[in-house]
């Protein structure tokens, strides 16, 4: 049973516009979302991060939004560039001590020039 | 520049092979993780080390796959035997800490084709 979901596998973008990556969690007990970077050939790299007990946290271009209700995050990549297409993990941990992360199937970001 | 390191980084066996991943964390870290990519199931929690002692395998076959940490400097994924449905790429993290907030940071895995 998927706890972490990331509905869409790959999605496209102009360079110059933003990418809107999306991801659904099942489990409440989740107090702690971060996303995870990777290209090719290379393991994943942390990105960004974002407690539960806020909506929104902002990290230069990039911006994760938290909706707790929906249990729902998205990841915005403003403006996007080249550079930014890779595999995008989303990821979740229960909290407390304890840095055990359930991760999601990944969305492949194309960011076209 | 730290970071951890894992080999071999390609494996190509035959069904039924042992198969001995290993990987160096990160010099202090003392949270170790192993991970199995594959396209259904994104990234899988197979092992879990906290200060070298095994702290969750829950995600791992236990018929199959065994993980060990010999020694701080070493940590060891073994496959006997292995079938072809265990392609995939094997992640290991480090991490400084076991707090929920601290980063995880990942090998560059180790492919693995199972023939």
């Known amino acids: 049973d998927q706890q972490v979901k990331q509905n869409s596998p790959s999605l496209s973008v102009q360079e110059g516009r933003i990418s809107i990556l999306n991801c659904d969690y099942t489990?409440?007990?989740?107090?702690?979302f971060l996303w995870y970077k990777k290209y090719p050939a290379e393991g994943p790299t942390f990105l960004i991060s974002?407690?539960?007990?806020?909506d929104k946290n902002e990290d230069g271009r990039f911006t994760v939004f938290l909706n707790k209700s929906a249990k729902h995050l998205s990841l915005h990549i403003v403006p996007s560039q080249p550079g930014d297409s890779a595999v995008y993990f989303c990821?979740?941990?229960?909290?407390?001590?304890?840095?055990?992360?359930?991760f999601g199937t990944g969305t492949l970001l194309a960011v076209q020039p | 520049d730290a970071r951890v390191t894992q080999t071999p980084r390609h494996k190509v066996t035959e069904m039924g092979q042992e198969v001995t991943m290993r990987c160096q964390p990160i010099?202090?870290?003392?949270?170790v993780f192993w991970y199995r990519q594959t396209m259904m199931q994104g990234l899988e929690l197979l092992a879990y080390?906290?200060?070298?002692?095994?702290?969750?395998d829950s995600g791992m076959p236990k018929d199959r796959f065994s993980a060990e940490m010999p020694d701080a400097t070493l940590a060891t994924l073994k496959i006997q035997p292995s079938e072809p449905r265990d392609s995939a790429v094997y992640f290991c993290a480090s991490g400084l800490g076991d707090y929920h907030t601290d980063t995880q940071y990942f090998g560059p895995g180790t492919r693995l084709t199972v023939l």
């Open positions: 010099l202090g870290h003392n949270t």
């Open positions: 974002i407690s539960s007990i806020k």
């Open positions: 990821a979740a941990s229960y909290g407390g001590a304890t840095n055990k992360l359930i």
């Open positions: 489990n409440s007990m989740f107090d702690y």
């Open positions: 080390f906290r200060n070298r002692a095994p702290l969750d």
